[in-house]
C-alpha cells in the first residue's frame, strides 16, 4: 500500500479522488484536509481513517473533536491554516493539492521542500508561485503531475515528443456566456454563471470557466509545467468538452486527447502513473458525437484571459496579483456586491496600480498578494 495525503477532501477534486482510491484498493490515506466541512469530513474520517485531519476553521476543528472524542476514533484533528503545511510537509507516496486558490501555494512549497510528489488540481500554486515552486520540484527530485484536465492531458501527450513540440493548445468551454452579446453579459445572475454546461466543479472554478479567468491562469500554468513560451500557448474555445487539449508537432502534426468529461480518469491516471489501469468512469462513444467544433476566444467580451496573458508575459509578482484581484472580485459577484462583468474591470485596475517585483522570492509573492487583495477591496468600495 502506498500512502497518501489529499489537501482539499471535501471539494469536489478531493470527494472525486477518494473515490478513485476506494477503486484502486492500492492506497492508505495518511491525512485528509478541509476547510469547514465537518460533516462530509468526518464521513471520511470513519471509512478511510486517516492518520489525522486539518480543519482550517478552528471552531469547526474542535466540533469535529469533539465528534471524534464521542465515538473513540483515534484520528487526530489539527486546527488552523498552519497545519496545511504540516500535513503537506508529513512525508508520503503522492500528495494530492486540491485546495481552492492562493491557499494552496505554502502547502505546495512545504510539499516539495520535504520532497513529496505532488499530484496539482491547485494551478493558483503555479499562477502566483511558479519561480518559487518549480525551483524547490527540481531541487528535490520531485515529480509534479498535473490533475486539471487540460495539463493532463498536455502532460500524456508530450511524452516522446518535448523535442518536437511546436506549440500547446488547450481547449475552454466557453462556459454558459460563450455565445452571448456584451449587452446579455450585464445581466446575467450568479446562478447563469453556475449553471457550467459540462462540468460539475466548485463555485469559484464555476465563475472563472464562466469569465474566461481560468483558462487564463491554465495559460500561466500550462508555460510553469512545460516550460514553454506565452507565445506558444493558444487558446480555443470547444464547447462539447471532447478534447480536452491539444499539441502541434513541429511537422504539423496535431495531437489531442480525448475523453469523456470526467474527472476521474486525469485524477486515476495521477494515482497510477506512469501505468495505466481500466477506470469505473464511462466511456467515449466517437459514433455519439455529432460535431467537434472550435473557435477563437473572444478577449473584448472576455478580457480576463487577455489580462491574464500581459501578466503571465510580465512575470514577476503579476501574475500572482492577477490571481489575487480575481479571487476578490469573483467572490464579491458570488454575494452578489458586483455584477458580472465589474470582475475583469477589477482585475484591470488592480494589475495597473501594481509596481512589478521581477524575481520574487515566497515573501514577495504572499505580499504581492496581501496587497493586491486590499487594492481589490478598495477598488470595488469605490465603484459599488
Not at 473513540?72 to 486540491?98: I, M, P, Q, W, Y
Not at 510580465?314 to 464579491?332: K, Q
Not at 488592480?350 to 487594492?375: F, G, K, Y
Amino acid at each position: 500500500m502506498k500512502e497518501i495525503t489529499i489537501l482539499g477532501s471535501t471539494g469536489s477534486i478531493g470527494c472525486q479522488a477518494l473515490e478513485v482510491i476506494s477503486e484502486l484498493k492500492t492506497w492508505q490515506v495518511k491525512a485528509l484536509t478541509a476547510y469547514q466541512n465537518i460533516e462530509l469530513l468526518y464521513k471520511q474520517i470513519k471509512k478511510y481513517q486517516p492518520e489525522f485531519v486539518v480543519v482550517v476553521d478552528e471552531q469547526a476543528a474542535q466540533n469535529l473533536e469533539n465528534k471524534l472524542t464521542a465515538t473513540s476514533n483515534k484520528t487526530e484533528v489539527l486546527s488552523g491554516k498552519d497545519n496545511l503545511k504540516t500535513a503537506a510537509a508529513e512525508k508520503v507516496d503522492l500528495l494530492l493539492n486540491a485546495v481552492v486558490g492562493f491557499a494552496g501555494l505554502e502547502p505546495s512549497v512545504a510539499a516539495a521542500e520535504a520532497g513529496n510528489d505532488i499530484a496539482l488540481a491547485n494551478k493558483e500554486s503555479l499562477v502566483s508561485g511558479g519561480p518559487v515552486l518549480t525551483r524547490l520540484v527540481k531541487e528535490n527530485n520531485v515529480k509534479l503531475l498535473p490533475v486539471d484536465s487540460e495539463h493532463n492531458a498536455i502532460f500524456q501527450l508530450l511524452k516522446g515528443h518535448q523535442s518536437e513540440l511546436d506549440e500547446i493548445i488547450l481547449t475552454a468551454s466557453g462556459g454558459p456566456f460563450f455565445s452571448y452579446s456584451q449587452e446579455e453579459l450585464t445581466e446575467v445572475t450568479v446562478e447563469d454563471a453556475l449553471n457550467h454546461p459540462n462540468w460539475e466543479m466548485g463555485s469559484k472554478i464555476t465563475i472563472d470557466s464562466a469569465s474566461l479567468m481560468n483558462k487564463g491562469l491554465e495559460v500561466i500554468e500550462a508555460h510553469w509545467l512545460f516550460d514553454c513560451d506565452y507565445d506558444d500557448i493558444k487558446v480555443l474555445v470547444h464547447p462539447q468538452s471532447i478534447v480536452h487539449s491539444m499539441i502541434r508537432l513541429l511537422d504539423g502534426t496535431i495531437l489531442a486527447e480525448m475523453g469523456p468529461a470526467d474527472m476521474k480518469i486525469p485524477i486515476q491516471y495521477c494515482l497510477t502513473y506512469p501505468r495505466r489501469l481500466e477506470t469505473a468512469g464511462s466511456n467515449l462513444e466517437l459514433d455519439q458525437i455529432a460535431a467537434l467544433e472550435f473557435f477563437q476566444a473572444d478577449t473584448d467580451k472576455f478580457p480576463n484571459l487577455k489580462y491574464a496573458y500581459t501578466a503571465g508575459k510580465a512575470g514577476g509578482t503579476f501574475p500572482a496579483v492577477l490571481n489575487a484581484a480575481n479571487e476578490i472580485a469573483v467572490y464579491s459577484f458570488l454575494k452578489g456586491e458586483i455584477p458580472f462583468l465589474a470582475m475583469s474591470r477589477v482585475v484591470a485596475s488592480v494589475l495597473d496600480r501594481h509596481q512589478n517585483i521581477s524575481e520574487p522570492d515566497l515573501e514577495a509573492i504572499l505580499n504581492a498578494d496581501q496587497e493586491a487583495r486590499r487594492l481589490a477591496v478598495e477598488v470595488i468600495k469605490e465603484w459599488f
